[in-house]
């Protein structure tokens, strides 16, 4: 069966959080539900759609921003009671917006995340996880990273209260009270929780999870141990998930998987059969979505998508047929109620076009006058800085509430801005000092007219580290921007991953002296991303790491005095020594440094980097024959006397071109790692090298595996 589905654009709210949106109960058989959302204006909006338009049922006085709204009730009892959370407090109210319950936790942070199971509150802030029965405080969990959501087993179906935890170090913990029972890996970090079919599957023990680099699964939680089902990668690059729910939008007795992402890809995945789940549709709106519901919404019996943007948009996709198509010279007949909506909306048009230019007038005559004083108009700005395994590149992305007029990109560390395709936005880039303080990049993008979103990608170098900032000028008056501030690491390019392989050849370095744990903390967040800003609980912590453009690996143990770190590459080593060494002198603390170096891993390192370094020459290569080649081809009129390599590279010239100029600089990079692997080799032994740097560089382009290793040995 074809899905087809019709957008509604129903109302508009204040900015949203995730998860904050929810569909009551209906009352009666196919009747249509009441819709529930909660912005960061603290205000909650019911509402119900009446002939084609909303009316309000009830409306809160504006408070603190709402981070998680989720309705409740007794067990096996329709759940329609609302639950805000908002700081460290919870509010409950009825269907008809009274409010019954204000409980003040004893959480010292801000809730993050919330799920409610008839007299069961489950809360968390940053690390710390709180469950509250009829709101005494029960048991309490403290994380080894950041919690992103909660859920717990359906206790009707499972007989006992399971919480599940989606943590930020890519793991789900399942809790028994207050002790952590067992941990899931799962491939990324896991942002979005939800029961399969919204009650946990026939066990009620399956859970769908979400992470932020977009992948999607399904993991059965056993009271002994996980059982993975099924995981589908994020083979488009699509954003990362942000919402799930599951509703049978196709009718066909099997609940289809809704899915938001954070790039406003809407999907709907089907069970055709018992394996994985199958893309059935897509659609795209212009922001992220922040929350997603199944249901009847728009009228009696049509069943529909409903998605809650971050601008605080409620769009439904419904299976109402929304429009007619007549052939030529065939009459099409609008229905009465079509009319009237159609009148009532060029009334409000013409309403809203006549009190904007009331405004424009009054803030005319406002900044013209020596009395007024200009406000600063406040406007919220959602971002997002993380890395991309595949490509090894971050990707910054900033969404407004208001349409993006100009972002002006600075870093005072060297940085390459690759392209990015749903980018629309102009970019301009401007000469930078050759002050080592100052600018390395100065870009701006000028965006077209109602852009809300922009996705930048920036790839850096290991061993350079500085800040990158981006300032947001939205299209408001007065003009007004946003200073928002990103930290490049010393190992930028390296990201967790829960194992290493301890059979590769390893150089350690060791450190020792007068530290606390939360000092040698302090300096591993420095130097790595994805590290917990807390210092984890326990006397001894370790990390394992990838780099994301290379494939080594580092692993990092520590504890109160002492540190020690292995890598199977030399330069990640040489980087940390410097930079722990510059971190521990800032702080006059002496440190004893030792390291060992393998030779073996410098072989090992350049046969990792010589087949990139292969293909990427190459690919240059062909680029660069490919205008040679067409001029030829212009000229003999066909391309079929060239010999079949010459003319592959005709054929794929598009291809060959696209994939150049998404991959700036990457050959200049990899000449670069190998120059670094080839000093950093020598200055554990106390010798410069770098006057056989020239030399290097001219074997590099011949690129021949043997002769490389060979100019290596040989130098020492």
Same mark, same amino acid.
């Given at each position: 069966m074809e899905l087809s589905l019709s957008r509604v654009d129903y109302m508009q709210v204040g900015v949203t959080a995730q998860k904050t949106m929810r569909l009551l109960p209906a009352s009666g058989r196919r009747a249509t539900q009441k819709v529930v959302v909660g912005d960061q204006d603290g205000?909650? @909006?019911? =509402?119900?759609?009446?002939k084609g338009e909303p009316v309000t049922v009830f409306k809160t006085l504006p408070g603190p921003k709402i981070a998680r709204l989720e309705l409740g009730g007794a067990l096996n009892t329709p759940q329609e009671k609302v639950f805000v959370a908002t700081g460290s407090d919870v509010r409950g109210f009825t269907k008809r917006g009274k409010q019954f319950l204000s409980f003040e936790t004893n959480l010292t942070e801000d809730i993050k995340a919330m799920h409610i199971s008839g007299a069961d509150l489950f809360l968390c802030a940053s690390y710390i996880y709180n469950h509250y029965c009829d709101c005494k405080d029960k048991h309490y969990y403290l994380s080894r990273d950041k919690i992103n959501d909660v859920l717990c087993l359906p206790v009707d179906k499972v007989n006992c209260i399971t919480p599940v935890l989606a943590c930020?170090? +890519?793991?789900? +913990?399942? !809790?028994?009270?207050?002790? !952590? !029972?067992?941990?899931?890996? *799962? $491939?990324? $970090? $896991? @942002?979005? !929780?939800?029961l399969h079919n919204g009650d946990g599957g026939d066990s009620g023990e399956e859970i769908v999870y979400g992470t932020s680099d977009g992948k999607l699964g399904l993991i059965q939680i056993t009271g002994s141990a996980s059982v993975p089902k099924w995981e589908i990668e994020n083979e488009k690059r699509r954003g990362g998930i942000l919402c799930i729910d599951s509703f049978d939008i196709l009718r066909d007795g099997v609940k289809e998987l809704l899915v938001g992402r954070d790039d406003g890809v809407l999907e709907v995945y089907s069970f055709e059969s018992a394996d994985d789940p199958v893309l059935r549709y897509d659609y795209v709106l212009s922001e992220s979505i922040s929350s997603i519901q199944g249901g009847c919404v728009g009228k009696d019996g049509y069943d529909e998508v409903l998605a809650c943007t971050y601008s605080g948009w409620l769009t439904g996709l419904t299976t109402e047929l929304a429009y007619r198509e007549g052939g030529s010279g065939e009459e099409v007949k609008l229905s009465q109620e079509m009319q009237s909506k159609i009148s009532s909306l060029r009334n409000e048009v013409e309403h809203l076009q006549m009190k904007v230019l009331g405004e424009r007038e009054k803030y005319q005559q406002s900044a013209q &006058? &020596?009395?007024? *004083? #200009? #406000?600063? $108009?406040? =406007?919220?700005?959602?971002d997002k800085f993380t890395l991309n395994k595949d490509d090894a590149s971050y990707s910054l992305i900033l969404e407004v509430q208001a349409a993006i007029d100009i972002i002006l990109v600075q870093s005072d560390v060297p940085v390459d801005l690759l392209d990015v395709d749903k980018n629309s936005a102009v970019v301009s880039f401007s000469n930078c000092d050759s002050d080592p303080n100052g600018n390395c990049l100065l870009a701006t993008y000028r965006c077209q007219a109602n852009t809300t979103r922009l996705e930048l990608k920036i790839r850096s170098i290991e061993g350079r580290y500085g800040t990158l900032q981006a300032y947001v000028t939205p299209r408001i008056q007065p003009k007004t921007c946003q200073v928002y501030q990103y930290q490049i690491k010393p190992l930028s390019l390296h990201q967790r991953t829960h194992s290493i392989d301890h059979d590769r050849p390893m150089n350690t370095l060791m450190l020792k002296g007068q530290f606390s744990f939360a000092e040698i903390h302090s300096w591993v967040v420095f130097c790595l991303p994805e590290v917990p800003e807390r210092t984890p609980p326990g006397e001894t912590v370790t990390f394992y790491f990838q780099n994301t453009f290379l494939g080594t690996q580092l692993e990092s143990t520590y504890r109160i005095g002492e540190g020690c770190f292995k890598s199977d590459n030399i330069s990640t080593i040489s980087i940390l020594k410097d930079v722990l060494s510059k971190e521990a002198t800032k702080r006059k603390i002496n440190l004893n440094i030792s390291f060992d170096i393998n030779e073996e891993s410098v072989r090992h390192t350049l046969k990792l980097i010589h087949p990139k370094l292969e293909y990427q020459q190459l690919l240059a290569k062909k680029v660069h024959l490919i205008d040679a080649l067409r001029e030829l081809q212009v000229q003999e009129g066909n391309a079929d006397f060239l010999v079949p390599e010459y003319r592959s590279i005709l054929e794929e010239a598009d291809q060959l071109l696209e994939e150049y100029k998404k991959q700036p600089a990457h050959l200049e990079r990899l000449y670069g790692m190998i120059t670094d692997l080839f000093i950093d080799k020598f200055k554990f032994r106390g010798t410069n090298v770098k006057s056989k740097v020239p030399l290097l560089l001219e074997l590099l382009d011949g690129c021949e595996q043997d002769r490389l290793l060979a100019f290596f040995e040989a130098a020492s």
């Open positions: 205000v909650i @909006t019911c =509402f119900g759609i009446k930020q170090d +890519r793991v789900l +913990r399942v !809790l028994q009270g207050s002790d !952590l !029972l067992y941990e899931v890996e *799962v $491939p990324g $970090p $896991p @942002t979005v !929780l939800a &006058s &020596s009395s007024a *004083v #200009s #406000s600063v $108009p406040a =406007f919220s700005v959602n």
